[in-house]
Structures are given as structure tokens and as C-alpha cells.
């Protein structure tokens, strides 16, 4: 699917064209198509082109990204937003961002950017495909013998060293000489996501998130758990493939 066909849409000057160099030098996984300054000029490339990505400015004038998308209805392409605030990342998940930028913009959150974009279509084109091949449950050798641990019952995994305490429903919990990161990589696949590096929660039984005040998830059980910064954006994205997969 490489190069993603791309377009900047920014109001401002300076912004738009210092994220149409960083583009141009960083990221040849992007071919851009254009660069314009409002959702006008923005629906006419939209119609003559199939795009992958767009750059979206938060506030433009008359309108705002997020409504623009809500005008538009269900788009193909993939969205990351640009914004000198941050206080709209949560109309950003809303509208299916795939992340959410802040100015200025460095290379590094640029290029995850595009990683992830680049991941976001990967995971659509093979969500539906995997979701009947995912093991339902795991093996878990203990101090007792081996356990067979249904993996949707699993509400979330807490490390402490080479050791990581299970916890699943009904109040049960387990402690295993296994570190976090093997139980991450057995469970790759499934709807357990690791948010923190002492921490791995199932999306089936978050009640509740917030992105303020750092980030964090509360557990149906009410466990609170804090989310790791660098692992936000992906966070996010994981939660809308969640709950709405066919997108």
C-alpha cells in the first residue's frame, strides 16, 4: 500500500509548509499530494484523489476538522490531527484519529505518526481475519502445576521484576515467575494491550479512561491504572479498532 497518498490541510503559512519539508525529508513512506489552507480546497483534491492520510488542523476558519469529517460521513482515508492545544484530543478519538499532533511538530512524533497510520491499515485489513484464529485460552505453569486461564476473563496483568500477578474475574489472581514482556508477546493478537511498563490491561473490561492528568484506565473491578505517556497515542487507537473494528 506504500507510498500513503497524503495532503496537509493548515490555515497557517509558517505551519503548512514546515510540515510539508518535514514530509518531503523524513517520511518517504508519504507521497504528498498537496498542501492547502481550508476544507474547501481540501474537498476538491478528496474527490479527485484516493487518499490514505490527512493532516488535519483542529481549527480552521469557519469550520473545524472535526466537523468537516462529520460533513464528509464515512471516509477510507486515515486522519492525524494538528493542533497548538491539546485540549481536543477527545473529539480526536471521537472522529477516529489515528493520532493527534501538537505544534510544533517534531521529526520523531512525526514519523510514529506515520507508523502508525501505516499500522492502522495493516491491523484494518487483517483484524477480521485473525479475530477467529485467537487463542481463548493460555497455559500458565505456577507453584500448584499449570493452569489453563480463559484469556477473556483477564482484566489486566501486574509486573513486579521477573514476576507478574494475573488478575481475571470473579476476584481470582495468580502469581507467576514470568515476566510481563513474555505474557505481551503470548498474547500478541488478542484484546490485551500493554499501557504501561509495569502493566497490561484487556479492552474488554475497561469501564472508564481519561487523557488528563497523564492518562489512565479504570478497571471494571475499580483497579486505576495509570497510562504511559509514550504509549497514549497508541492506546487510542487500539480503543477505537476496539469497539468499532469494521473501520
Same mark, same amino acid.
Given at each position: 500500500?506504500?507510498?500513503?497518498?497524503?495532503?496537509?490541510?493548515?490555515?497557517?503559512?509558517?505551519?503548512?509548509?514546515?510540515?510539508?519539508?518535514?514530509? #518531503?525529508?523524513?517520511?518517504?513512506?508519504?507521497?504528498? !499530494?498537496?498542501?492547502?489552507?481550508?476544507?474547501?480546497? *481540501?474537498?476538491?483534491?478528496?474527490?479527485?484523489?484516493?487518499?490514505?492520510?490527512?493532516?488535519?488542523?483542529?481549527?480552521?476558519?469557519?469550520?473545524?476538522?472535526?466537523?468537516? #469529517? %462529520?460533513?464528509?460521513?464515512? %471516509? %477510507?482515508?486515515? =486522519?492525524?490531527? &494538528?493542533?497548538?492545544?491539546? /485540549?481536543?484530543?477527545? %473529539?480526536?478519538?471521537?472522529?477516529?484519529? =489515528?493520532?493527534?499532533?501538537?505544534?510544533?511538530?517534531?521529526?520523531?512524533?512525526?514519523?510514529?505518526?506515520?507508523?502508525?497510520?501505516?499500522?492502522?491499515?495493516?491491523?484494518?485489513?487483517?483484524?477480521?481475519?485473525?479475530?477467529?484464529?485467537?487463542?481463548?485460552?493460555?497455559?500458565?505453569?505456577?507453584?500448584?502445576?499449570?493452569?489453563?486461564?480463559?484469556?477473556?476473563? !483477564?482484566?489486566?496483568?501486574? *509486573?513486579?521484576?521477573?514476576?507478574?500477578?494475573?488478575?481475571?474475574?470473579?476476584?481470582?489472581?495468580?502469581? =507467576?515467575?514470568?515476566?510481563?514482556?513474555?505474557?505481551?508477546?503470548?498474547?500478541?493478537?488478542?484484546?490485551?494491550?500493554?499501557?504501561?511498563?509495569?502493566?497490561?490491561?484487556?479492552?474488554?473490561? &475497561?469501564?472508564?479512561?481519561?487523557?488528563?492528568?497523564?492518562? /489512565?484506565? =479504570?478497571?471494571?473491578?475499580?483497579?486505576?491504572?495509570?497510562?504511559?505517556?509514550?504509549?497514549?497515542?497508541?492506546?487510542?487507537?487500539?480503543?477505537?479498532?476496539?469497539?468499532?473494528?469494521?473501520?
Amino acid at each position: 500500500m506504500l507510498p500513503l497518498k497524503a495532503i496537509v490541510v493548515e490555515d497557517e503559512e509558517y505551519s503548512r509548509n514546515n510540515l510539508r519539508d518535514m514530509l #518531503l525529508y523524513h517520511c518517504p513512506e508519504v507521497e504528498l !499530494i498537496d498542501c492547502v489552507g481550508s476544507t474547501a480546497e *481540501a474537498e476538491v483534491i478528496v474527490q479527485k484523489h484516493q487518499l490514505d492520510l490527512v493532516f488535519l488542523d483542529v481549527v480552521l476558519p469557519g469550520t473545524t476538522g472535526v466537523e468537516w #469529517l %462529520q460533513n464528509m460521513g464515512e %471516509q %477510507q482515508f486515515a =486522519v492525524v490531527f &494538528v493542533s497548538a492545544y491539546n /485540549r481536543y484530543g477527545v %473529539q480526536a478519538v471521537k472522529a477516529d484519529a =489515528v493520532d493527534y499532533l501538537l505544534k510544533p511538530i517534531y521529526v520523531k512524533e512525526l514519523k510514529q505518526a506515520v507508523r502508525k497510520t501505516i499500522k492502522h491499515f495493516w491491523a484494518r485489513k487483517h483484524s477480521l481475519a485473525s479475530r477467529g484464529n485467537r487463542a481463548r485460552k493460555i497455559a500458565v505453569s505456577h507453584a500448584m502445576g499449570t493452569s489453563l486461564i480463559n484469556v477473556n476473563e !483477564i482484566t489486566y496483568l501486574l *509486573a513486579d521484576n521477573n514476576y507478574t500477578t494475573i488478575h481475571w474475574r470473579q476476584q481470582k489472581s495468580l502469581l =507467576v515467575a514470568k515476566p510481563l514482556k513474555e505474557f505481551e508477546l503470548q498474547l500478541k493478537g488478542t484484546s490485551l494491550f500493554r499501557i504501561h511498563k509495569t502493566h497490561m490491561i484487556n479492552l474488554e473490561h &475497561v469501564e472508564l479512561y481519561s487523557i488528563s492528568d497523564g492518562g /489512565r484506565v =479504570v478497571m471494571e473491578d475499580g483497579t486505576m491504572l495509570p497510562i504511559a505517556r509514550r504509549r497514549m497515542a497508541e492506546f487510542l487507537s487500539r480503543v477505537k479498532h476496539h469497539v468499532n473494528p469494521h473501520n
